[in-house]
């Protein structure tokens, strides 16, 4: 099942017909009835499903398992280990393979959700945090980030496409660059005591905020704003003078210890009653009151009110069991903290695969090796095989009332 409208009250979710237990991923195309499965018994098969209609649009299988797949209005882009594959949304023709590409066994990637632009970002280095930014619409890269010293982590857009955040497996400095320029505008610090896995990145809508969850029970929220000359010229207060006191002290520290007083903190928090659990954060407007909805592996979604003007400690306002896990005991996940997971999907997706079905068509492309499968014909649609030109049955991403 997948969401189909979120409420403070209520969330509401709607059945995908697909005929296979051990999906590990899922996206969907904004709130549209365009769905893309991958199944742990099939990882190398990708199928396009329109859920409404309960009908396959198509199907491609790949030279190795699945690790990501990433989607906007004109590209669809699927991500294995040493290689990613941009097809055309519209007619899933293969446009460009990009092959030999630094191992990724995360299958870590952003797509732009504005279509105009298409920027795809993957890492540029298995060693260290560089970003390749390339263009999935001209199919040309872009330009290359030199955004962390560690290996990257999480990589997320905003809604335009102009900025684009990074942690790196170190979990302690988030990035905000700009697009596509690539320069840097912002650096929050997470944390100092201890290294993190950063499992998600997301910002606001209007990319006033940005969110970061972890293995840890704390989630941050940090406030994307510039401190301009002026403003602390026209109140001199005592703290403005310590703060200069301290930036001009700054430049005859240590790089390292420099940097860390440039960095801001976090604007907001919440603390989960869990440890070690994969979840996902998003930042939203809902019913007018912008929320944090944190989405964890136990199969609950936790709702928060976020204070924008003040910030601090966020509200858990609700919360809805969205998924059935099993447990040895049904126990409340907000009581009770549930052990690790014993392996991320890019893990579990790593184990051996099953070959293709039969059903698929052999033939590899040119340019890389993505098999076509079957595919509806032409004439079962109004302008190819994928329309969407039309609003009705893939309306554009908006945010819930």
Request: hydrophobic residues 35%; glycine residues 4%; contains cysteine.
């Amino acid at each position: 099942k997948i969401p189909s409208s979120v409420k403070v009250s209520a969330v509401c979710l709607v059945p995908v017909p697909v005929e296979c237990p051990d999906v590990y991923i899922v996206e969907r195309l904004f709130s549209s009835s365009l769905v893309v499965v991958v199944s742990l018994s099939m990882p190398r098969r990708m199928n396009v499903y329109h859920f409404k209609k309960g009908t396959e649009i198509c199907n491609y299988s790949y030279s190795n398992n699945i690790l990501s797949v990433r989607l906007n209005r004109q590209r669809l882009v699927v991500c294995l280990e040493e290689s990613i594959y941009i097809h055309n949304i519209k007619d899933m023709k293969l446009l460009k393979t990009l092959l030999n590409t630094p191992t990724n066994p995360s299958g870590l990637c952003a797509l732009s959700v504005n279509h105009s632009n298409s920027y795809l970002v993957y890492p540029g280095s298995a060693t260290i945090g560089e970003i390749t930014v390339y263009d999935a619409n001209n199919l040309s890269t872009v330009t290359l980030i030199q955004a962390h010293d560690s290996p990257l982590a999480a990589l997320t857009f905003n809604a335009s496409g102009t900025k684009l955040a990074s942690a790196s497996e170190k979990g302690t400095v988030i990035r905000v660059f700009s697009i596509p320029e690539g320069q840097k505008l912002f650096e929050f610090r997470r944390g100092m005591k201890r290294y993190v896995s950063i499992s998600s990145l997301s910002f606001s809508a209007d990319t006033q905020f940005l969110c970061a969850s972890s293995n840890t029970e704390t989630v941050h929220i940090f406030k994307l704003e510039q401190h301009s000359p002026s403003q602390d010229e026209e109140s001199p207060t005592w703290s403005t003078y310590v703060g200069k006191m301290f930036t001009a002290a700054s430049t005859y520290l240590p790089t390292q210890v420099s940097d860390m007083m440039h960095q801001d903190r976090a604007f907001a928090t919440v603390r989960l009653n869990m440890f070690g659990l994969k979840n996902i954060c998003a930042l939203a407007m809902i019913q007018k009151l912008p929320r944090l909805l944190v989405a964890s592996s136990n199969g609950y979604l936790y709702i928060y009110n976020v204070d924008p003007q003040d910030g601090g400690e966020c509200v858990l306002v609700q919360k809805h069991r969205c998924a059935h896990v099993e447990q040895k005991e049904e126990e409340d996940p907000e009581d009770v903290s549930l052990p690790p997971t014993s392996q991320s999907y890019a893990a579990t997706v790593a184990l051996p695969s099953t070959p293709p079905s039969s059903t698929t068509l052999m033939g590899y492309s040119e340019d890389g090796g993505a098999q076509k499968g079957e595919v509806i014909p032409e004439h079962e649609f109004a302008e190819g095989p994928v329309c969407l030109d039309d609003e009705n049955e893939f309306p554009p991403v908006g945010n819930q009332s």
